[in-house]
């Protein structure tokens, strides 16, 4: 089985490698390349170079399964020709024509014993392939756990940044409200006053004159 050789150890991970992967085991775990919860959180310009040595890995690995199911029929429909033609060349005397039929006859065979040697050749690697899509699948999966938890850090650390950030905010803003009230106070309580002594009329004619946002008019 691949190994992870990134620092494991330093953060802990390497530890829990064992209880992940058994954990793994007992599940049925989406093929992740093909897997759009996967690719939705690990799109390509957000993985690693690990990440993608597994990815590039495991579809190579898919493409040598469909080559060799390929493989395995195109044998299987060349050995079923071989054997149709060697019916047809049995009964072979000592003619001529008889000769040739003996020929071609001890020729087929010999690439029908061929033919069983490569499909068997074939069929166990092809009987092995799904270990090993498995084995590859869970390393990805091994390693996507890991570079989860190295975002979770990375965005507590943010978000504690941003909290704090806000919390500063926060407070600047209970400052300017309560400044604003202040002054909001102070010029009701100015204009109270003037409007005591100086008389509705007055007043009337000192908010078109001087009243602010008026001093142009």
């Known amino acids: 089985m691949m190994g992870l050789r990134r620092n494991k150890n330093k953060d802990g991970f390497g530890e829990l490698e064992e209880k992940i992967i058994h954990s793994l085991q007992s599940k049925n775990v989406p093929l992740l390349i093909l897997d759009e919860k996967w690719l939705e959180i690990f799109p390509e310009h957000l993985q690693n170079i690990t990440i993608r040595g597994m990815v590039s890995e495991l579809n190579a690995l898919l493409k040598k399964q469909g080559k060799q199911n390929d493989d395995i ?3 299987r429909r060349y050995k079923s020709q071989m054997m149709q033609e060697i019916v047809q060349y049995m009964g072979a005397d000592e003619t001529a024509v008889g000769r040739l039929k003996q020929r071609k006859l001890d ?3 010999k690439k029908i014993l061929e033919l069983n040697e490569q499909l068997k050749e074939t069929e166990d690697s092809l009987s092995d392939m799904p ?4 084995q590859a699948n869970a390393q990805l999966m091994l390693e996507s756990t890991r570079v989860c938890y190295d975002r979770f850090r990375v965005n507590k650390g943010k978000m504690q940044e941003l909290e704090d950030e806000i919390s500063s905010l926060r407070e600047k803003l209970r400052l300017r409200v309560l400044e604003k009230q202040e002054r909001e106070m102070q010029d009701e309580k100015m204009y109270a006053y003037l409007h005591s002594l100086l008389g509705v009329q007055l ?7 001087l009243a602010p ?3 142009d008019e």
């Open 203 to 209: 007043m009337e004619e000192l908010d078109r004159t």
């Open 73 to 75: 029929k195109g044998l």
């Open 131 to 134: 270990y090993r899509i498995r």
């Open 213 to 215: 946002g008026n001093e």
């Open 107 to 109: 020729k087929n065979q």
